[in-house]
């Protein structure tokens, strides 16, 4: 017999059986050239995984040779990137000059990461390959020149939607590895992916129906067997944290989108840090939706986000 359709997105369709169909946007290749103030490359983290990332570094870094005046260190981003944790690359083409516009705007190396994808890969594999990164930086610093301006004292974890997920669940771990070698400085979430079984008072919404339906199917990929939408890496309320471990938590900033679906989950978010006793910033953009730096990562507003960012990173 063969299987139906049981769900549907822009850029994936699932099937009864458990597999999914994947539609790959334009992606965009490496480049050791230099281009609008940064260049990459595509690195390994893990190959019998596997992990893989692309690694940008500003104009800066790209340029400097050895003097006997070394350049100060630069901050370092690990992004994750977006996609209901079914999909996304750190290849394709809106999230590879997001990121390298980032590291150019912000002065700092961006790893971003391909962690393994659900459902052949559900949750917590790619909490697992995000944290993998962080010990793949302190590995390869003193081997990979790319990395030797690195400063592992002042990491940013950032991703967008799922990415936004990752990046908190990356830095409750790295918070409770006393071995870790890197310092998580903040996080910042854009329109972070969380949910519950008990719907928001948007999500209740007829008109939210298709919107709903498609975040269902996404869960319901993604959380492990046997769990629903208060699995702990989607309900925040059901995460267990001590306080001890909340009092070492970073400094967060939160964006969210004023037309963004998603938008109440991304302030309950921001709320729930507060109650935690997290220094928070929350910032809204006006008249946009979800993710939309990564669909127009040249525009105005995408530029904006980046200089609220580089403000963010360079001040605490």
């Known amino acids: 017999m063969e299987p139906t359709v049981i769900g549907t997105s822009e850029f994936i369709k699932a099937y009864s059986d458990g597999s999914v169909e994947r539609f790959i946007p334009e992606i965009a290749p490496a480049s050791l050239d230099l281009y609008a103030g940064y260049k990459c490359k595509d690195v390994t983290i893990d190959p019998l995984k ?26 370092v981003i690990v992004y994750f990137h977006g996609g ?26 961006v790893l971003s990461v391909d962690y393994r994808l659900a459902p052949e890969n559900k949750l917590p594999i790619a909490y697992e390959d995000s944290y993998a990164s962080l010990l793949w930086l302190s590995e390869q610093m003193q081997s990979d020149t790319w990395l030797q301006d ?6 940013f974890l950032s991703g967008d939607s ?41 999500e209740t919404k007829v008109e939210s129906a298709d919107e709903v339906k498609s975040n269902d199917m996404f869960w319901s990929l993604s959380v492990p067997e046997g769990s629903n939408r208060d699995y702990d890496g989607c309900n925040l309320e059901r995460m267990t944290v001590l306080k001890s471990e909340w009092n070492r938590f970073p400094n967060v900033l939160v964006f969210v989108a004023e037309f963004d679906f998603l938008k109440e989950r991304g302030l309950e978010y921001a709320e729930f840090l507060k109650r935690k006793g997290v220094k928070v910033e929350l910032i809204e953009t006006k008249d946009e939706r979800h993710v939309f730096h990564v669909f127009r990562p040249n525009e105005e507003v995408t530029r904006l986000l980046l200089e609220q960012m580089n403000e963010f990173i360079h001040r605490i």
């Open 162 to 202: 799922a990415g936004g997920n990752i990046a908190h669940q990356v830095a409750i771990r790295a918070i409770r590895d006393t071995q870790c070698p890197v310092r998580v400085t903040g996080i910042i979430p854009i329109h972070p992916y969380f949910g519950s079984e008990k719907r928001t008072e948007l």
């Open 84 to 109: 209901g944790f079914c999909i996304g690359s750190s290849t394709w083409l809106g999230y590879h000059h997001f990121q390298g516009n980032l590291a150019a705007a912000t002065e700092s190396i």
């Open 50 to 75: 596997p992990i893989t990332a692309r690694l940008f570094i500003p104009t800066a870094a790209a340029t400097t040779t050895t003097t006997a005046t070394k350049p100060p260190s630069l901050p």
């Open 150 to 155: 690195a400063d592992l004292s002042r990491v």
